[in-house]
C-alpha cells in the first residue's frame, strides 16, 4: 500500500491511465489548431474535439452542440451566470442561489450585484438541503436565473435537483447546476432533470487539470448567453481562444470512462463511504456533517469534538485528508458552507473531509478507519478529553 494513502479525491483525482494515454499524441503528433481549417493538422484536431463533445454529451445525456468547452468549473460557473444576467436582463435581475454553493458561484452573484442584479440567497436546514417551498416562494416575475449545485464540495449533500428543475420550468426560469462534484459520480440526464446550463471540471473525475466545459440547453426551450470573452469565434463566438485540445481530448475519455463504469463505480464507493461512516460513528462525539444517504457517493464529512483538525491530521502525516474544499483550506476563514449548517466556530475547526475514488482499494479504507481512531483516542487521551467526555462533562 502507498503512503501516504490519498483521500481527497473531492479535491482533486489523478488522471485515468487510459486518459492520458489518449491525451498524448496530440502534444507533439497531432498537434494542430482545431481552428485551422485549410490542411490536415488543423482537420485532426477538429475532429478530435468533435469526438470529445460527443463523449461529454453522451454522459449527461445532451446533443454534442449543447457542449461549449472551458478550462474548467471556475469559468463555466462564471460564464453561465454572468451570460445569463446580461442576456436576459431586459426580463429581470434577480438570481436565486444558495449559501452553500462554491465561491465560483457566490463571488460571481455578489460581483453582479454591485451592478444592479439581486440575488436571493436561500438557507439550508441541518443536512445542507434547500427547502423547496422557499424556493418557490422566492421566485418573482424578475427571477432570471436559479443555480443551485447537484452535490456539495464539502459535506456531500445531493440537493433535490429533479424537484428544483420542474419547478424553474413551471416558473419559466433559467436552472443552472454546478456538477463539478457530480458529474461521473452519479448518474445525471439533462433533460430528465430540466437542467438548462451544466458546469463540468475534468479533475474531478480523472481527466486533466485546465479543462472542463457548460452544457447550454439548445431546444425546448433554447437558452442564450452573452459572451464573456471576445477575440475569436471558436465555440460559436461564446468563449473565444484556441481550444486546449489535449485538455479537451481528456475530458472526453474521461467521461467516456465514467459512462461505462458509472454503475459499478458508484456502488462500490457507497459501500466504502457507508463503512467509514459506520466505523467513525461508534466514536463518541464524532458526528456526520451532510446527509446521511443523500450525498454524494465518495464523500464523508465528520466533526470529531474536542479536537483541532489540524492537530489530528498532523497525527496522521500517512494519510492525505483535508479539512474542507480545497478552496477554503487555503483560506483562513472558516468554512461557508458549515457556518451555514450553524455550526460553531469550534465544530469547524474540528472537521475532516474524507474522499475517495477509482483507484481506493478496500484495504486503504480499512487503513483509514484504523488511523483515525487510533488518532483521536490518542489525542483525547493526551488532553484527558476521553475521561471527561466519560464523566459527561
Not at 223 to 239: D, F, L
Not at 305 to 324: F, H, W
Not at 352 to 363: A, K, N, P, V
Request: proline share 3%; with cysteine; glycine share 8%.
Amino acid at each position: 500500500m502507498k503512503s501516504p494513502v490519498y483521500m481527497d479525491y473531492n479535491a482533486t483525482t489523478p488522471v485515468d491511465p487510459r486518459v492520458r494515454d489518449e491525451m498524448l499524441p496530440y502534444f507533439c503528433e497531432i498537434f494542430g489548431n482545431a481552428s485551422s481549417s485549410n490542411h490536415k493538422f488543423g482537420w485532426e484536431a477538429e475532429e478530435a474535439v468533435s469526438k470529445a463533445r460527443r463523449q461529454v454529451a453522451q454522459l449527461i445525456g445532451a446533443r454534442p452542440l449543447e457542449i461549449l468547452f472551458t478550462s474548467g468549473s471556475t469559468e463555466s460557473n462564471n460564464i453561465s451566470i454572468k451570460g445569463v444576467a446580461e442576456m436576459y436582463s431586459d426580463k429581470g435581475n434577480h438570481i436565486i442561489t444558495c449559501k452553500t454553493e462554491h465561491k465560483a458561484i457566490l463571488e460571481t452573484c455578489e460581483y453582479l450585484e454591485k451592478r444592479g442584479c439581486i440575488v436571493t440567497y436561500l438557507d439550508v436546514d441541518f443536512d445542507g438541503l434547500i427547502d423547496i417551498d422557499k424556493l418557490k416562494n422566492a421566485v418573482t416575475g424578475k427571477t432570471i436565473l436559479v443555480s443551485i449545485m447537484t452535490g456539495n464540495n464539502e459535506i456531500g449533500t445531493l440537493q433535490p435537483i429533479m424537484e428544483i428543475g420542474k419547478l424553474c420550468k413551471e416558473k419559466n426560469v433559467i436552472f443552472h447546476t454546478d456538477a463539478t462534484q457530480s458529474v461521473g459520480k452519479i448518474p445525471i440526464d439533462v433533460n430528465t432533470a430540466g437542467i438548462d446550463l451544466m458546469s463540468i471540471s475534468a479533475h474531478k473525475f480523472y481527466g486533466p487539470k485546465g479543462a472542463g466545459a457548460i452544457y447550454i440547453r439548445g431546444r425546448n426551450p433554447k437558452v442564450r448567453i452573452s459572451k464573456q470573452t471576445h477575440g475569436g469565434s471558436q465555440e460559436n463566438g461564446y468563449r473565444s481562444g484556441t481550444l486546449n485540445v489535449p485538455g479537451i481530448v481528456g475530458l472526453g475519455k474521461a467521461c467516456e470512462i465514467s459512462r461505462e463504469n458509472l454503475e459499478s463505480e458508484m456502488l462500490k464507493h457507497i459501500a466504502f463511504r457507508d463503512k467509514i461512516i459506520n466505523e467513525l460513528l461508534k466514536i463518541d462525539n464524532v458526528h456526520l456533517n451532510g446527509h446521511r444517504t443523500k450525498r454524494l457517493p465518495n464523500n464523508v464529512n465528520i466533526t470529531v469534538d474536542y479536537i483541532d483538525s489540524e492537530v489530528l491530521l498532523s497525527k496522521m502525516r500517512d494519510i492525505a485528508i483535508s479539512t474542507g474544499s480545497a478552496c477554503t483550506s487555503a483560506s483562513l476563514s472558516p468554512s461557508h458552507v458549515l457556518t451555514a449548517l450553524n455550526k460553531e466556530r469550534k465544530q469547524i475547526s474540528a472537521t475532516l473531509r474524507i474522499s475517495f475514488g477509482r483507484f481506493t482499494t478496500e484495504d486503504e479504507i480499512d487503513y483509514v478507519i484504523k488511523r483515525l481512531k487510533e488518532s483521536i483516542k490518542e489525542l483525547r487521551e493526551e488532553s484527558r478529553i476521553s475521561e471527561l467526555i466519560k464523566e459527561k462533562i
